[in-house]
Every structure is written in C-alpha cells, then in structure tokens.
C-alpha cells in the first residue's frame, strides 16, 4: 500500500468515527437535558420523571430506577399523609370532647358561686380558682384547635367587614374575671372597620390579650391594659390595632425569637403558663391573613404588640383563596 492509499483509508475512518459520535451525541442529548433540568428542579416531586429519554442499556436503567423509587416514594408519602389526617381528626375531635366536661364545670361553678352557709364554705374548694383553670384549659384546647386547623388554613377562612372595637370589646371580656383579681384595667380606644376572618382574628387578639394579661398579673399594683385602634399615618385606608401592657416586658436579647415555637426565653422562667407557642401562632395566622404582627417592648416597662391591616395584604389573601 502507498501513502495516499494510507492516508484515504485513515481519512476514510476519521469521518466515519466522526458521524457516529455525531450522531451518538444527538440521540443521547434529550437524556442528558432532562437529567440536567431534573438535577435543577430536584425540590419537584415529579423532577425524577423528566428523565425518560434513555436509549443507552445503562440509561434505561437509571431511569427504571428512578421511576420505581418515585413510585415507591409517592407511596409512602400518601400513607404519611393519611397517618396524618386520622391524627388531625383525632386532635378535633378529642379537643370537642373535652369541651363538653369544661363546659359542664364551668356551669355548675356559676350555679355554685356561693356557699349556702359558713359550713358549707369551709369545705368546698375555691370555685373563683375552678372556674381559673376551667379557662385555662378552655384556651389550651382553643390552641390546640387551631394549631391543627394551620395547615388547612386557605380552606378555612371567611372574610367579612367588622368593626375591630367590637371584636376587640369581645374578646377583653373573656378575660374579665382575671382583670378583676388581678387589678388590670382594660381600656379600648378609637374605631376602625377592617376586612378580615373573625375567628382567625379573634385567635389572634385572645393571644396578644392573653399574653398582655399572663405578663402583667407578676407586677404588683394597678395596671393598665390599652388596646388602641387608629388609623394609618402613610395610607388612608390601613387601620393599626395595639395592645400596649404594662407587664414585666421582654428582654432585648429574646425579642429577636419570640415568634420562634416553643421559644419563652427570660420570661418563660418566670411565668409557668408560657409555652412559646402564642406569638408563633399569632404571627402565622397574620401572615396567612395577610396582616401585619410586630411586637416592641422594654424589659420592665411592657410591651406593644402591633397589628396592621392594609388593603393590598387583604387582596393577595383574596387571591390564594380564589386560586384554590
């Protein structure tokens, strides 16, 4: 053979080999994209059935594999989610039968407010500190509710226009009894009308209330507890709801955790009531509301929780229902 033969049948060869790799890099490219797009978006539940363009017996492989693996999650996932919907349901419906004993006590503590005689009185318990934590447990069991209701909020909320002095007024006389022992006195100031879901709202003023109340009863003396309703300074129609106490305060290194869950910080210590999740709840019904929640305060000198409603919050929420 001479060179020119050589070199045609060398040439001859490279092109060859040249259009296989060609056309072996066309036929595996929308595997190599979709596994790249897959790795990309792999927080999707379904990233791993983008891969279905194998062609190699190596790809077709993988790609049986991970098929069988997200069938195989998918179904765990689906029990987990049916485990967890029997114990929510169970959470609701033992929270309602719990209501019916308190409910019960509470009743014949108010028919029994008195003893019948000084002989009487020296041998029944203290009904003023039944009907205490007959409350307690009341609002325990509230807590426990809703924190159940969380997850399914969008499916449970209405809106509806209210007057927050009238919601507000409601919500101060559950606690009146605990103002009066503890000589803390209640004061509502301005008016203001709002869109919003009452119950959730209502949640939510029961545990700024509650919390104003809890913190403040360790202070010896008179005080005041002021929820103020006045109008936004930078927009005509926001409304800003305070509840200003004049409690023992939080102290600045905690201020920064208070909506963390389960977090009481210094004042958990003080206070056998706290259990961290008040301030979670209420700023995670705020958000999903579409309000605004900030809490100030100075240790020793109270604090000022802060709810803000704006119009255009109100129309995201309005949206995330629409779109369910």
């Known amino acids: 053979m001479n060179l020119n033969t050589v070199l045609y049948t060398g040439l001859l060869v490279l ?10 890099y066309m036929r595996q490219r929308p595997y190599y994209s979709q596994l790249n797009e897959a790795i990309h ?3 999707s539940l379904d ?4 891969v279905r363009s194998g062609v190699t017996a190596d790809q077709l492989a993988v790609q049986e594999l991970l098929r069988a693996q997200h069938e195989a999650y998918m179904d765990e996932l689906g029990r987990y989610r049916r485990q967890l919907e029997m114990h929510q349901h169970f959470i609701h419906q033992w929270v309602h039968q719990m209501k019916t004993p308190i409910a019960v006590i509470d009743l014949i503590t108010q ?14 318990p203290d009904l003023r ?53 503890y000589k803390i006195y209640p004061q509502i100031e301005g008016e203001g009308i709002v869109q919003s879901d009452e119950k959730w709202l209502a949640f ?18 008179s005080k005041k507890l002021l929820i103020r309703i006045e ?11 305070h509840v200003i106490d004049e ?4 102290a600045a290194h905690d201020l920064p955790r208070i909506y963390d869950p389960f977090f009481t910080g210094d004042n958990g210590r003080l206070v056998e009531e706290s259990t961290g999740m008040g301030l979670y709840l209420a700023k995670q019904v705020c958000g999903k509301l579409g309000h605004r929640l900030t809490v100030n305060s100075e240790q020793g000198n109270g604090a000022t929780a802060t709810i803000t409603f704006t119009p255009h919050s109100l129309q995201q929420l309005s949206d995330k229902v629409t779109n369910l």
């Open 41 to 43: 978006q792999a927080s």
């Open 231 to 241: 109008p936004l300074l930078h927009s005509s129609d926001g409304v800003a709801l």
């Open 47 to 50: 990233a791993s059935l983008r």
């Open 111 to 124: 028919q029994d407010n008195e003893a019948d005689s000084v002989h009487e009185a020296s041998w029944k």
């Open 204 to 221: 939510v003023l029961n545990q700024l209330i509650g919390n104003a109340i809890k913190y403040s009863k360790q202070k010896p003396g």
């Open 15 to 24: 092109c060859c080999v040249a259009l296989w790799l060609v056309f072996d």
């Open 129 to 181: 500190s039944i009907r205490e934590e007959t409350d307690r447990l009341t609002r325990g069991l509230d807590m426990m509710l809703y924190t159940a209701r969380l997850d399914k909020f969008e499916v449970d909320v209405h809106i509806r226009t209210m007057r927050l002095q009238d919601l507000a007024r409601g919500v101060v006389n559950t606690y009146k009894r605990l103002c009066i022992r």
């Open 247 to 250: 409690g023992i305060g939080i």
